[in-house]
């Protein structure tokens, strides 16, 4: 094979928006050959040789695609990823990878392996500032996690935002808000840096800031194996909001904002300085350690593509194996677990307890939403990404 045949099933505003990159040369190799949506606007903007379909089954067994990416309203990320990891086709999934653990688990068990590639759209990877953070902590510099805290509050949506779709902010459709759209970014790269929390305990505001029924505001404590400590706070209603990153531990501390970067370092570890210190006020020496500002965000979406032709092209190594989205699932699904019931969950958590918790909302929801006329005219801000 030379070449990635890539069939995109929904083009709405982020599978549009990946189509463009393809469609613009930007992913050598990969070449867009079929489009599905039920919406025949979307279909519209495609010409041949570019195949339309309105069922994705019928795209997945065209024979026109080696591989698939789906970008469709929540849920249908694990029938149509199962449909097609089934015919054997390689599969990018948009975030989050499923709305909950148990769909997510059943997902992954529709892989077969053997070749066949399966990765998420987890594009804050390449941001060169979380790759530097996730090598300082992985590789020790930091010594033993003491705490985590990130405010991320920068993610500010309108009312027409969430007027521009019926599906968007409900459980039915969308499955949870802020935590299931915008943070499944923040969550995978708190868990690909500092690892999974074993408990968690939040408070989810639910249509807090917004006419909706979902969490857009959310705070959260969580505790790690050794004993470190976390919080969460992110929403969509504050402004101007804010986006800091701090990680602490025996040997240092980091903070990201603000596309800057310090990392503290103590000479001494300070486990080590308490207890062997004869002054009753004195701290650690420290070493102030600059690090050159980043010229970009990098290579986003762009670069998932790029990782993903060339893991099925040339054997590379996933920045974003899909098998990973389970985690930013399960930590999201805990949080709202947690503020639903008023109880700490443990992790790892009961998929099939949450699954039947959601389905009762689904039931239940006596909430009507109407889409505004005219609110899907500019969503360009739904694609930038949340940078501390």
């Known amino acids: 094979m030379k070449e990635v045949r890539l069939g995109i099933v929904g083009v709405g505003g982020m599978g549009s928006h990946h189509a463009r990159c393809v469609q613009g040369g930007n992913v050598p190799r990969l070449r867009l050959t079929a489009v599905c949506d039920v919406d025949p606007k979307a279909l519209a903007k495609f010409a041949d040789p570019v195949r339309r379909y309105a069922d994705s089954r019928e795209l997945i067994r065209s024979g026109e695609v080696d591989a698939v990416l789906v970008a469709t309203p929540h849920y249908d990320h694990t029938t149509v990823g199962i449909d097609a990891l089934g015919r054997g086709l390689h599969l990018l999934v948009e975030k989050p990878i499923s709305v909950h653990k148990a769909d997510a688990e059943r997902l992954i068990a529709a892989w077969k392996g053997n070749g066949q590639v399966f990765a998420a759209m987890f594009n804050q990877r390449t941001d060169p500032y979380y790759q530097r953070v996730r090598r300082l902590v992985q590789g020790g510099e930091l010594g033993a996690l003491q705490r985590v805290s990130w405010i991320v509050t920068n993610w500010f949506r309108t009312q027409c935002y969430y007027d521009s779709g019926g599906w968007r902010a409900t459980w039915k459709g969308e499955g949870g808000g802020v935590l299931l759209n915008q943070c499944p970014h923040n969550l995978d790269l708190l868990q690909w840096i500092a690892g999974m929390p074993v408990r968690v305990r939040a408070f989810c505001g639910l249509g807090k800031r917004h006419a909706i029924e979902v969490e857009d505001e959310v705070t959260a404590y969580f505790e790690y194996a050794n004993g470190a400590t976390g919080v969460f706070i992110t929403g969509t209603g504050e402004a101007p909001g804010c986006n800091r990153l701090e990680i602490c531990g025996d040997r240092g501390a980091l903070v990201l904002e603000e596309g800057s970067l310090r990392f503290t370092r103590n000479e001494t570890p300070a486990a080590e300085f308490l207890r062997t210190s004869k002054q009753g006020f004195a701290r650690p020496p420290v070493w102030q350690v600059a690090f050159p500002p980043e010229k970009d965000s990098g290579t986003q979406h762009t670069g998932i593509l790029l990782n993903f032709t060339e893991a099925i092209l040339d054997g590379a190594p996933l920045l974003a194996p899909a098998s990973d989205g389970l985690r930013s699932v399960e930590f999201a699904n805990a949080m709202l677990l947690s503020s639903m019931t008023g109880q700490t969950v443990e992790l790892p958590m009961d998929g099939a307890a949450y699954e039947r918790q959601l389905q009762k ?22 694609f930038n990404t949340s940078k501390a």
């Open 361 to 382: 909302l689904v039931a239940e929801s006596r909430f009507a939403k109407a889409a505004a006329t005219g609110a899907s005219a500019d969503l360009s801000g739904t």
